[in-house]
């Protein structure tokens, strides 16, 4: 079983439109996050939510949102897209905040156009 | 401000050699320190991480790690380079009371046959 899963894993897009990204992890975690990978495979987080609450919320455009119905899910809406939003959205989860080991997500390619 | 610095863009390695990917920090208070690898278009994987205690730790694949508190670095070594290591190499920091985990800007292993 998939631990924690994206949908979908590529997303070609046109500027100007609205995404989503999913994310759902089994592994009954408390904290899931939302990382962006530039090309030059930076890392850099994004948001964290700690069952259903958002606590950390980078410094990232209004046009991201991020949405968890559950403690299972963290969701990703991007509006209005743009060329520089062009990266890998990884999702990842773990038990605890700090000290926890976080185990991500295969990955969302976004290509914007 | 916490930071990490992974000094090396690329290490080189023949197989069955011994490895080491360097990794320094900067953080307030005491660290919580992680290396987690990441294969090609796949998301990271955690290896290790330091959080109090002996200042080898040992991971997954063969990998280890010392912390070294005076010199403010958490350098990942491997007795015997495989093949299968060559990836992506991340070491990241948190500490007490943080709640996000930094990234360094990653190595990349190369070892060759």
């Known amino acids: 079983d998939t631990a924690v899963s994206q949908t979908p894993k590529y997303l070609v897009t046109q500027m100007g439109n609205d995404k989503s990204i999913k994310c759902e992890q089994n592994?009954?975690?408390?904290?899931m996050y939302w990382y962006k990978q530039d090309s030059k495979k930076f890392l850099k987080i994004m948001f964290s939510?700690?069952?259903?609450?958002?606590?950390i919320n980078e410094t990232v455009p209004n046009r991201f949102s991020p949405k968890s119905p559950d403690k299972a899910h963290l969701n990703l809406h991007i509006n209005s897209l743009e060329l520089g939003d062009s990266a890998v959205y990884f999702c990842?989860?773990?038990?605890?905040?700090?000290?926890?080991?976080?185990?991500f997500g295969p990955g969302t390619r976004l290509t914007v156009t | 401000a916490q930071s990490v610095a992974q000094p090396e863009d690329q290490v080189n390695v023949a197989e069955g050699n011994p490895l080491t990917v360097k990794c320094t920090y900067s953080?307030?208070?005491?660290?919580?320190l992680f290396w987690y690898v990441q294969y090609p278009n796949r998301g990271l994987q955690f290896l290790l991480k330091?959080?109090?205690?002996?200042?080898l730790v040992k991971g997954s694949y063969g990998f280890e790690a010392e912390f070294n508190k005076s010199q403010t670095s958490f350098h990942l070594k491997k007795p015997s380079a495989l093949v299968s290591d060559s990836a992506l190499y991340f070491c990241?920091?948190?500490?007490?009371?943080?709640?996000?985990?930094?990234f360094g800007t990653g190595t990349r292993l190369l070892v060759s046959p």
């Open positions: 939510y700690n069952n259903k609450e958002l606590i």
């Open positions: 990241a920091v948190s500490h007490t009371g943080f709640q996000k985990l930094v």
């Open positions: 990842a989860s773990s038990p605890g905040q700090g000290a926890r080991e976080q185990y």
């Open positions: 592994l009954g975690h408390d904290t």
């Open positions: 953080v307030s208070g005491n660290p919580y």
């Open positions: 330091y959080i109090t205690g002996d200042n």
